[in-house]
């Protein structure tokens, strides 16, 4: 395990000095501070930390919907993309008005595809999430599994450089989650993506990671950065990966002590 980085390309996303406040009663409350992040393209990177660290609103600034008070992110990703970043969220929020097929192709009204074009294009996401059998049904009739795999070929649809995970998977089962876990890793494998997911489960994290950082403290901060070397196909008790899982329990654990 280190914190070292091997690649020589220029980060994909490169974050410097990222502070962000609130307005709350009044007063400003910082919620992360002094924030440095550099995430190589290609990486599958979890971010874990306590409720309430700021691990959601990291991904709001990254999608723009939460603004920074000082510090910079810099993206480098293709001027060309038609979406840089795309975000899954723990509830698929799926429009209920619409069939599978047109909750995939719905991001891609705004870019000025023909309607055969997003048809197509969202047929093929199915596809690539195993959900091509699905493409008529209306929400309701998914299980939440099916639901969340429709709201990952959704985010994929618009074809963004990097996936935005936020808890993607906590709502499901164990075992309907396990199969996710190795379903995203599979497309990750296949789309070459960038994939930045937070999660609260350590077990997951070390699973699917190829690194992981844990954000703690009042106002978060960086408390440790993992590495996880382990090639894939992965084992889920893998001596490395339990091994990686008991050092960031510690870690945790050790921070929130310390708070
Ligand atoms: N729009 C907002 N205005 C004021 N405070 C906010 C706003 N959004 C989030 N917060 C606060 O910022 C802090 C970080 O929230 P955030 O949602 O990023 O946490 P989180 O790490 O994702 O937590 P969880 O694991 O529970 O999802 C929390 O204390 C939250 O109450
Ligand atoms: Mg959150």
New binding site residues.
């Given amino acids: 395990m280190s914190s070292t980085m091997s690649s020589t390309q220029p980060p994909i996303i490169d974050i410097r000095g990222l502070s962000l406040a609130?307005a709350?009663d009044g007063r400003r409350?910082e919620?992360l501070s002094a924030l440095d992040l550099a995430v190589p393209r290609g990486q599958f990177l979890v971010i874990v930390?306590?409720?309430?660290?700021?691990?959601?609103?990291?991904l709001r600034v990254l999608i723009d919907l939460a603004k920074p008070s000082s510090g910079t992110v810099r993206l480098e990703t293709d001027p060309g993309t038609l979406t840089p970043m795309a975000l899954v969220f723990q509830d698929a929020r799926l429009l209920p008005w619409r069939r599978v097929i047109d909750n995939v192709a719905f991001g891609l009204e705004r870019h000025g595809l023909s309607k055969p074009e997003r048809r197509a294009r969202a047929a093929a996401m199915l596809k690539l999430v195993g959900l091509s059998d699905l493409a008529g049904r209306w929400p309701h009739q998914l299980s939440g599994g099916q639901r969340q795999r429709v709201a990952i070929a959704r985010a994929l649809a618009v074809e963004p450089e990097v996936l935005l995970m936020d808890?993607p998977f906590s709502a499901l089962d164990s075992f309907t989650r396990e199969g996710l876990q190795d379903e995203i890793q599979r497309i990750k494998a296949q789309t070459g993506k960038t994939v930045l997911f937070?999660t609260?489960d350590i077990d997951e994290a070390v699973y699917l990671a190829d690194r992981v950082v844990v954000?703690a403290g009042s106002p978060g901060r960086i408390a440790a950065d993992v590495t996880l070397a382990p090639p894939r196909p992965r084992q889920r008790r893998d001596a490395a990966l339990v091994e990686a899982a008991r050092h960031l329990r510690a870690e945790l654990s050790r921070r929130s002590a310390e708070l």
């Fill in positions: 609130y709350r409350t919620i930390g306590e409720s309430g660290v700021g691990k959601s609103t990291l808890e937070v609260h954000l």
